[in-house]
């Protein structure tokens, strides 16, 4: 996936929208597509739950939750405003309720529906995004394209306690190595810096990696409130990748919602 531009991209991840739950706060989206009409080289990456799929039998509040084709319309809605702009989305464990009931991958389908072209592949994506080369400049000019791996998946087992959400976090790395890791499922927000000795060329040489957890949309009511859970952050994690030369960063910022 290329991205000619010399000023780097900057991608928000965000997730566990859980569309059809009640507790949905509508800003949440807005303030996504704010952020990214402000600039051109604006992305997201969203990492799974698109839909709460709340059935008889789950966590959740299935006689409040908007039946399936109603949650399908507002979130093709929500994802044809996003067109281009969405690098990647995977499926979450609320999403599966509907593909174990209905034998149909609704994410697929959204996605469809709403002519998107993004990157999807079901539980998890392996993603390598080309940073540069400039195709407004002469040959002379232009500088390689620079090459960033990202590993996405929804994730498992939040807990309760930051140690345990940093452990699933961190465990990622145990999959593939990447120079980012994302999630969802925590309904934490957290970017974490971390160092890695890596050869090259016979030379050992320090890599960056960064390991990233995507907001929710839900507001604390029903099932977090039923089971105690502390109130958590609505702000976003943007990541950024250079167009000059191989730089990550990170942060949690707030968005106006």
């Known amino acids: 996936m290329k991205f000619p531009t010399e000023d780097g991209i900057e991608i928000l991840v965000s997730g566990d929208t859980h569309i059809g739950s009640p507790y949905v706060m509508p800003s949440y989206f807005i303030a996504i597509k704010k952020w990214l009409d402000e600039k051109p080289n604006r992305y997201i990456i969203h990492t799974g739950d698109l839909y709460e799929a709340a059935t008889l039998g789950s966590k959740g509040d299935p006689y409040h939750c908007l039946p399936l084709d109603q949650a399908e319309g507002e979130a093709v809605g929500w994802l044809k405003s996003l067109g281009d702009r969405l690098i990647c ?46 195709s407004h400049l002469s040959k002379q000019k232009r500088i390689q394209p620079i090459s ?55 030379a050992i040489v320090e890599k960056q990696q960064y390991f990233i957890v995507g907001a929710s949309a839900l507001d604390r009511k029903g099932y977090a409130i039923e089971k105690a859970y502390a109130p958590t952050s609505h702000q976003m994690p943007i990541l950024r990748l250079g167009g000059r030369s191989k730089t990550l960063s990170a942060s949690t910022e707030p968005l106006i919602y």
Not at 171 to 195: C, F, K, M, W
């Open 89 to 134: 989305m995977v499926d979450g464990n609320h999403d599966q309720r509907y593909a174990r009931l209905i034998g149909k991958d609704v994410v697929a389908d959204a996605m469809c529906k709403a002519n998107l072209e993004a990157v999807y592949d079901g539980d998890e994506a392996f993603l390598v995004l080309k940073v540069g080369h400039y």
């Open 148 to 202: 960033y791996n990202i590993y996405v998946t929804h994730g498992v087992g939040g807990g309760r306690t930051e140690g345990a959400r940093a452990n699933n976090l961190m465990r990622l790395r145990e999959i593939v190595e990447a120079d980012v890791y994302i999630q969802g499922h925590q309904h934490v927000p957290r970017t974490t810096p971390n160092s890695v000795y890596e050869f090259s060329q016979n």
